[in-house]
């Protein structure tokens, strides 16, 4: 009888469920199947090389290798500079003063531009002779040895950095607000009384009430961080010298340019084993039933 | 946490005077903040109103001599952009609200209908996020074209949902949770239907979720370009950010037309912002209670 009543609720799972399955499950599936495979993506010749591709990509592909260290190093990035700015900027908008969701507004803005506009504007401001940053050494008459960040091997992947940030702060500075406005003014309240100073109540109360927040923030930056794609391909298409290609952009390239899809499929599937070990607690952190 | 009212006794701390004076330096620091944030759109907006021989010709922090809107005519025009805009604007219409009403139908079962396996269904969805799209796109493209839907919208938009339902799915039930149960209850005594329970009272109170979700999906729609950029190959058909790049291809360095040329297509973006950034907060951190 109950289980009966219960059925009905399943209906309105099942669009849902129907597009998910066809559009994510099943793809990423055959995906999986493909990459033991050597394909072109077109002809009626596939080859099946076991995990050849697997091993060219981890051990013989010195781009892979580069393209795996820069999602490293995107991350380690994210978590510590992009997060912690973040996390001030919603200290500084918690407060009570006028114009703050002007200044909120103002200071999320960049992340509605989408990787590719953030891409163009920053390419400009990187412009060897006619962007921002030569336009104000030439004030100063030494744009000569001014040349753009993104033309040097070592300096690429971080002028990217530098526009990701700008554009992406917003996002996790939104989650950290919405945080703050979960804890009860009483707990600071009761620790002014105490007699604690500011940084005590920050470190004691802030940081550990925000402790969900944090989980969910650093979950969705790897994730993200995993994934990155658009703002590389605009700016540098991977390159100076494939200095700056990410898994992601390899993988589009090996796939649709070079038409090696048994090798971008093995990308793919190291790419996602490797957000699983990210994923997984993340995901049994989001089901458990918290509270209530 | 600045405390300028005693909570117990309700008088104020510190007299007024001195507390506003207090906040000038945080004044400062925000306007500063503020300005570098917005510092290379200013630059923008600057840029695209020069001609081309003036922004050639003198440095990059001159004003304008002569302002001039040729440039955003021009990318109007000459650059598609008022067609790729209405693009956008289409894909937009029509994904955004289907894929909230699909997504928030699932959320609402698995939230509020006590059904078996509720957790294990939504762990399933969630999984989804970790899968990069990149993975999808050779199955997605064989299947495209094996169903004649390569080049069209539907074929677009049936992907463009598919990816947004583990995010979707992930915002409106945690929403949904912070709903008091009693409700329901309250409401299937009344006799009230699942169906009416979800569209006269679940979703009418998840309002700022429901907010949030519009402005990130049609952010994200509007935004989009790795799938569009596979699927749609006709150009008369593609949306603002591959335009954009396209664009960028053939004047390599005409900036005014590209400044022009993106903050044209920033403004509808800045509209849905601006309309709903109210509910934003809210709706994120009914998602984090989760």
Known sequence: MHSKKNLSGYIFIIPAALIYFTVIVLPAVYSFYLSFFKWNGIGPNRKFVGLNNYYHILFEDVIFERAALNNTIWILLVLTITVGFALSMALLLNRQFRGRTLFRGILYFPYVLSGVMVAIIWTWVYHPQLGLISGFLQLFNLQEYYSSPLAGVKTAFFAIYAAALWQGFGAPMILFLAGLKTIPVELYEAATIDGANRSQTFINITIPMLRETFVIVFATQIISAMKLYDIVYAMTEGGPANRTHTMATWMVRQTFIFANVGKGTSIAVVMVLVLMVVIIPYVMFMAKDTGK | ?290
């Open chain 2, 1 to 290: 946490m600045s405390m300028t009212i005693n909570s117990v006794t309700g008088i104020p701390l510190r007299p007024r005077k001195h507390s506003k004076l207090k906040k000038l330096p945080f004044y400062i620091c925000m306007v500063a903040l503020s300005s570098l944030i917005l510092f290379p759109i200013l630059f923008l907006v600057l840029t695209s109103l020069k001609s081309p021989t003036e922004f050639f010709g003198r440095s990059v922090f001159s004003l304008p001599r002569q302002f001039t809107l040729i440039n955003f005519s021009k990318a109007f025009i000459e650059g598609k952009l008022s067609r790729y805009i209405l693009n956008g604007l289409f894909l937009c219409a029509l994904k955004v609200p289907l894929g909230i009403l699909i997504e928030s139908s699932a959320a609402f079962s698995i939230a509020r209908l006590k059904i078996r396996f509720a957790n294990g269904i939504f762990i399933l969805f969630l999984i989804g996020m970790m899968i990069p799209m990149q993975i999808c796109l050779v199955p997605l493209n064989i299947g495209l074209r094996t169903l004649n839907l390569f080049n069209t919208y539907s074929g677009l938009i049936f992907v463009y949902l598919g990816f947004g339902i583990p995010f979707g799915i992930l915002i409106l039930r945690g929403f949904f949770r912070t709903i008091p149960q009693e409700l329901d209850e309250a409401a299937i005594i009344d006799g009230c239907s699942k169906m009416s329970l979800f569209t006269k009272i679940i979703l009418p109170l998840a309002k700022p979720a429901v907010a949030t979700l519009l402005i990130l999906d049609t952010l994200g729609t509007w935004n989009e370009y790795l799938l569009i950029s596979v699927f749609i190959t006709n150009d008369n058909m593609r949306t603002v950010p591959a335009g954009l790049l396209s664009f960028i291809g053939e004047n390599e360095t005409a900036y005014g037309l590209l400044s022009a040329g993106v903050l044209i297509s920033i403004i509808p973006v800045l509209i849905v912002f601006i309309i709903f950034q109210r509910h934003f907060v809210e709706g994120m951190s009914g998602a984090l209670k989760g």
